[in-house]
């Protein structure tokens, strides 16, 4: 089926594929590499030296970034996170294999707010994340649906190669088509019962009344025959999962993601069910705002559509809800259709006609001014005592604030129209909720630094990690000539950050230091030791850091959402230098 496409429609898809692009490449190797991200990156750097080390269940993530290791000579935070910032921003792309069902405009829109989301581009800024398993399946679902079954099998062979994520999205999915498949079968059978009914009434003949019955559901008749290309999905399986047959434990961590996925559901997590919900108005205020809509739009007038996105929307929520290991990436699943229903509900708000322009502009600047009033109101209260005068009236006017936008609005419905004040509304509440949303990406980007903690960003930020890399090549190339002639020694801590830190190194991992080697640098937690305070001279730094996210008050919460403040516990680790190494030293 054709549907109507608009000027300039694939110079507006390249727009948003440049904006994702940039939004996930700019600074992308700025913050350091947490522990979870340090880990698969430490096994693509091994594989590129020519080492044999025992492979994550990320082996499409670790095999593709071991090519960059080795064309590039080493890695680097750009080219451990560069695959994952690729593949997220092609996400913007699959829209396209999804027109005949969410139509041009509607497709398009949805482009923007994947390219936009402050959560898929934190995860696509991280190494070994979920987005490689989120956008292969969702290729694979596209491409089934254009009936090319080269292209599903290819995808879905890359998407079984991304991690234990992957399960997920198959199980959401999966869920999804169950009940979607027990709506059809009642819909067909309250149709079927309908017929019947119909039939029974009928005095004609039982000749007639053959001739007369309806024909089959249009549902089979318009079914397509798709032959799934198994030897394609094998080839390329194999194929990118050994690469190319040089590293065969690739295609057994690969079946090792789904062990993996199910020790999710037997474990604890940091991540509580409320930093679930309060995540989404958060991050994805406007989406979330216009999928209500949608929503109660959808379901009391059945639109198919809104109601198949909405089931996949609940039943990703819920798994994230009720998993016990769950993670912030986790709930990227839901938001493609939380995206995908407000590009629909987004689209019937576009068309403005030239004679109602001015007015609609006029709505959009007073709803903009009164949002953008209450949200500065908002934000001023972290510097009031609570139960003060001033306070209390600052309190007021906030809620006057938006007392008096929905009043206006209403107004402007009476007076004007419906329509004035639903487009001015809507539009004016997506350029306040828009610049919150962008705000909420820059910190999720890391592109504010690490003093300004977010709920998307893996836990346990090395915050020195360059502070500990630069005091390491200092002392070397002053007292060796050479940035990373000295050997480090690492005791009593497990950190796959600190090893990749110190990656241009010789770094051995100890429980205890031999009494017949002394390395140039050893590294122990922040504790006292007494055999080193002899040859050794110690320097402390921070290492780990925390948001204390579980222990936040709703006042804590509170000066988070407005100032992205929040208590942190940290961790210092200590580094140990000979004493030999230093200038004037015996």
């Not at 999928?291 to 909405?310: C, D, K, P, Q």
């Not at 320097?539 to 996210?549: A, I, V």
Request: aromatic fraction near 12%; proline fraction near 6%.
């Amino acid at each position: 089926m054709n549907y109507r496409h608009f000027k300039y429609e694939g110079w507006l898809y390249a727009f948003a594929f440049a904006i994702a692009l940039a939004v996930r490449f700019i600074g992308l190797g700025a913050m350091p590499l947490t522990d979870a991200e340090a880990a698969p990156a430490l096994q693509a750097l091994h594989l590129s030296q020519s080492a044999n080390p025992t492979l994550d269940p990320h082996p499409l993530y670790i095999l593709t970034t071991s090519i960059l290791f080795l064309a590039f000579g080493g890695g680097t935070n750009f080219l451990a996170r560069f695959i994952p910032a690729l593949i997220g921003s092609l996400l913007v792309l699959a829209p396209l294999l999804f027109e005949d069902r969410l139509k041009p405009r509607p497709s398009l829109i949805l482009a923007f707010f994947l390219a936009l989301d402050p959560g898929l581009v934190a995860i696509s800024r991280q190494a070994a994340s979920p987005i490689l398993a989120i956008t292969f399946l969702v290729f694979t679902v596209g491409f089934f649906n254009k009936a090319k079954p080269s292209h599903t099998a290819v995808c879905a062979a890359l998407a079984l190669l991304s991690g234990p994520s992957i399960w997920f999205g198959i199980l959401s999915l999966g869920i999804t088509l169950a009940i979607a498949q027990l709506f059809k079968q009642r819909t067909a059978t309250e149709t079927k019962q309908l017929e019947t009914n119909h039939e029974a009434q009928e005095t004609d003949s039982e000749t007639q009344s053959t001739q007369t019955s309806s024909p089959p559901a249009p549902v089979l008749n318009e079914a397509k025959e798709f032959h799934f290309p198994f030897p394609t999905f094998l080839f390329t399986f194999i194929l990118a999962g050994s690469l190319f047959f040089t590293i065969p434990s690739g295609i057994g961590a690969a079946f090792a993601s789904i062990p993996a996925f199910i020790e999710k559901w037997t474990t604890g997590s940091t991540i509580t069910q409320g930093m679930a919900l309060i995540s989404l108005p958060v991050y994805q205020p406007f989406a979330l705002l216009l999928a209500g809509i949608a929503l109660i739009r959808g379901w009391a007038f059945g639109y198919r559509r809104v109601i198949l996105l909405s089931v996949w929307l609940f039943v990703s929520f819920l798994l994230v809800i009720f998993m016990p290991a769950r993670q912030m990436a986790d709930l990227a699943w839901m938001l493609l259709p939380l995206h995908a229903i407000a590009a629909l509900e987004l689209t019937r708000h576009i068309t403005i006609y030239p004679e109602e322009r001015r007015e609609i502009l006029g709505v959009i600047l007073l709803t903009s001014f009164l949002w953008a009033f209450a949200w500065l109101g908002l934000s001023s209260l972290n510097w009031l005592p609570i139960g003060t005068s001033e306070y209390t009236l600052r309190a007021a006017m906030l809620f006057g604030s938006l007392l008096l936008l929905i009043v206006s609005l209403i107004l402007i419905a009476a007076g004007w129209s419906i329509r004035t004040a639903s487009l001015g509304g809507v539009w004016g509440m997506a350029l306040g909720l828009g610049v919150l949303t962008v705000g909420s990406l820059f910190g999720a980007a890391g592109l504010r630094g690490t003093s300004f903690p977010e709920l998307w960003w893996q836990p346990a930020i090395p915050t020195q990690a360059q502070l500990l890399r630069e005091t390491i090549s200092q002392v070397s190339e002053t007292s060796m000539g050479n940035d990373y002639a000295a050997t480090v020694a690492i005791m009593g801590i497990e950190s796959p950050a600190l090893e990749w830190t110190l990656r241009e190194n010789h770094v051995e991992i100890v429980h205890s230091l031999d009494v017949t080697s002394t390395p140039d640098f050893v590294i122990t937690p922040y504790e006292l030791n007494p055999e080193l305070i002899s040859a050794y001279r110690g320097q402390d730094f921070l290492w780990r850091q925390n948001p204390s996210w579980q222990l936040a008050t709703p006042a804590d919460w509170f000066r988070w959402v407005t100032l992205r403040e929040m208590l942190t516990t940290q961790e210092n680790i200590i580094l140990w230098a000979r004493s030999d190494l230093f200038l004037g030293s015996e």
